[in-house]
């Protein structure tokens, strides 16, 4: 958590650990950026590797639920 107040022109990007925190509705991460959105008006920024490693890990989830299947069925 920061340290100082963020100033009114500074963004906020997620990263892996705070998305997953946030994902999990761990209080402390959520009141921060629930406190973001209303001070700011505005959503946290995804960077581009955070939304690559979610989606790969969708996949990843995806491919090996299908594959266990597929292999039950055999």
């Given at each position: ?61 995806i491919f090996k639920a299908v594959d266990t299947h597929t292999a039950k069925a055999v």
């Open positions: 958590m920061p340290i100082v107040e963020p100033l009114s022109n500074t963004p906020l990007a997620l990263d892996n650990n705070i998305l997953e925190a946030w994902r999990r509705q761990n209080a402390t991460i959520t009141g921060a950026i629930t406190n973001y959105i209303s001070t700011f008006k505005v959503v946290p920024a995804l960077p581009a590797i955070v939304v690559f490693e979610v989606m790969d890990g969708f996949e990843h989830a």
